[in-house]
Nanobody, 126 residues
Framework: QVELVESGGGLVQSGGSLRLSCAVS????????MAWFRQAPGKEREFVTA????????YYADSVKGRFTISRNNPKNTVYLQMNSLKPEDTAVYYC???????????????????WGQGTQVTVSS
């Protein structure tokens, strides 16, 4: 059974930092591209960042570039999202996702990901 479990969300003031973790089990983690998406109330789920299974290569949405960093620890089956200089518009539920397609493409479309976590709430106060 595949499980993705996010943690590390919470309430933080504008300009602050948070580090999200996503612990993965039930799949061969090192062969999956991992991503973070987020969804604010009343809005579509949007791509935040992803890290490829090989390389690894990373890709960021323009809205978080220079502020967020994705990383992965394959022996620990965990992907991380370091979020700095947080803004109120970063407030959302953050989800990690896994893509089993072992190719060179990093996907930013949520429906193309195979497995999802339950999400963790991040709230940034102004």
């Amino acid at each position: 059974q595949v499980e993705l479990v996010e943690s590390g969300g919470g309430l933080v003031q504008s300009g602050g930092s948070l580090r999200l973790s996503c612990a993965v089990s039930g799949l061969l983690f090192s062969t999956y591209t991992m991503a973070w998406f987020r969804q604010a109330p009343g809005k579509e789920r949007e791509f935040v960042t992803a890290i490829s299974w090989n390389g690894p290569r990373t890709y960021y949405a323009d809205s978080v570039k220079g502020r967020f960093t994705i990383s992965r620890n394959n022996p620990k089956n965990t992907v991380y999202l370091q979020m700095n200089s947080l803004k109120p518009e970063d407030t959302a539920v953050y989800y990690c996702a896994a893509d089993r397609a072992r190719d060179t493409v990093i996907r930013s479309t949520w429906s193309l990901y195979d497995y999802w976590g339950q999400g963790t709430q991040v709230t940034v106060s102004s």
